[in-house]
């Protein structure tokens, strides 16, 4: 057999093992402290409420982020989604990878791309937001998670609320659906590995964004809600009854915002 044809014979394990070398890569950039100059929290309770609220109005340079903050804090967010969405998103791309195998070689890492950028967008509006936060003194800077308890359950009430909704459902169902996805959304080609890579990653985007906001709540930097997201999302998109997961943390993220509120 050619060189090339072995090549893409073996394209669909190739593209898995790189997708589990990138995801590893990514956690362990996160375990090492993402570049933040501080080393990441393990904590099951929000991270910032445990801390002295007047502390973030004391640091100094609440808001002053220089050019080189911005672009760390920008590749952490970036990263951490990489860490976080990339696990739940692989069994789409190796189908894509499979799918186009039989006609041409498949632009898989066209595809990964796309998807990757969806979520480049978002790292941008969260770091936008954490330095809008910083600003405003509502992040804590030890824990890198608000330390206003309503924000803090604020978050948690709406990302409960946005769980059970239409919208979630709508978008959960395209990520729930890679054969279908592929099927109706097909374009041939590196740029249309592209545009679909960039379109189901914001359906991703649309179904778990409110997921990653928790972050402000649990902390940026917390390793175990970090982990306990990553499984929450993959339980939503691959189990069969990953709506029913999806509700049920909803209706516990409402009930934890409301002790948290009334606490």
């Known amino acids: ?46 991270s910032g409420l445990a801390e ?34 990339l696990p739940s998103a692989a069994p789409t791309i190796l189908l894509y990878a499979r799918a186009v195998h039989a006609t041409a070689r498949p632009a898989t890492e066209s595809f990964t791309l796309g998807y990757l ?21 509502m992040l804590s800077p030890m824990a890198m998670a608000t330390s206003s308890r309503p924000l803090a359950a604020a978050l948690l009430i709406a990302a409960g609320v946005y769980q ?5 459902d709508a978008c959960l169902r395209q990520c729930r659906s890679p054969a279908q996805f592929l099927s109706r959304h097909f374009r041939p080609g590196w740029s249309g590995a592209l545009r679909m890579g960039m379109l189901h990653g914001a359906w991703c985007v649309g179904c ?9 709540a649990g902390g940026i930097m917390n390793l175990a809600w970090i982990a306990l ?21 909803g209706l ?8 948290i509120l009334v606490g």
């Not at 898995?16 to 904590?43: E, H, N």
């Not at 609220?53 to 952490?76: C, E, I, K, S, Y």
């Not at 516990?252 to 002790?259: D, F, N, Q, T």
Request: positive net charge.
């Open 117 to 137: 950028l969806a979520w480049g967008v978002f790292s941008l509006i969260a770091t936008l937001a954490q330095w809008r936060l910083a600003k405003a003194a």
């Open 52 to 85: 002295d609220p007047m502390l973030a109005m004391m640091m100094p340079g609440d808001g002053l982020w220089t050019a080189a903050q911005f672009v760390v804090t920008l590749a952490m967010w970036w990263v951490m989604m990489v860490a976080m969405m």
């Open 1 to 46: 057999m050619p060189l090339w044809s072995a090549v893409l014979a073996r394209h669909r394990l190739i593209s898995l093992v790189a997708l589990a070398v990138l995801i590893a890569l990514a956690w362990s950039w996160l375990f090492s402290g993402a570049g933040m100059g501080m080393a990441p929290t393990v904590s099951l309770l929000p």
């Open 229 to 249: 997201l990553t499984l929450l999302v993959a339980l939503e998109k691959l189990l069969p009854w990953g709506r029913a997961v999806s509700v049920a943390a």
């Open 252 to 259: 516990g993220c409402i009930l934890w915002g409301w002790v």
């Open 208 to 216: 778990c964004w409110m997921l990653m906001a928790l972050l402000f």
């Open 164 to 168: 059970i909704s239409p919208w979630k």
